[in-house]
């Protein structure tokens, strides 16, 4: 007699497992800020690199322009857009390269922001 009441409790125990969707909903609400924060912050870290370049940019074309109004002959003023130009492609590379790994980034948040938005879809 003893088993067939452990196979009551059991039985409760299940039923009682499908009773908590609001349980099984606010672990994926919860899951679902988590990744939404991380993007946000994703996209909060590259605005600041963003910003951080342009500053880079203004200061190397100040930089440019006090050499070009200094220089004494056009072999000079050549020289200094020759390496303004290497300068300026080494940054484009980089900002190439960050372009990139942002991308990535968010495309990895977005991608787990939609596993989990169609895992809690199939779950409740």
């Known amino acids: ?5 452990t196979r009551g409790d059991s ?3 299940k039923s009682a497992k499908p009773s908590d ?4 909903g606010t672990q994926g609400l919860a899951s679902l800020m988590e990744i939404q924060r991380e993007l946000v912050g994703t996209f909060e870290q590259i605005r600041r690199e963003q910003i951080a370049r342009a500053v880079e940019e203004t ?3 100040a930089e440019l322009a006090g ?3 200094s220089a004494k002959s056009v072999p000079d003023i050549v020289a200094i857009y ?3 130009i290497t300068r300026h492609m080494k940054m484009f590379a980089e900002d190439s390269r960050r372009f990139l790994d942002d991308s990535q980034k968010v ?3 977005t991608a787990r922001l939609l596993s989990n938005r169609e895992g809690g879809t199939g779950s409740t």
Do not use: G, N
């Not at 007699?1 to 009441?5: D, F, G, N, Y």
């Not at 969707?21 to 099984?24: I, Y």
């Open 1 to 5: 007699m003893a088993q067939p009441e």
């Open 11 to 13: 039985t409760k125990a």
């Open 21 to 24: 969707p609001f349980q099984v």
């Open 59 to 61: 200061s190397l074309i």
């Open 67 to 69: 050499k070009v109004t």
């Open 82 to 84: 020759q390496e303004w």
């Open 107 to 109: 495309a990895s948040v």
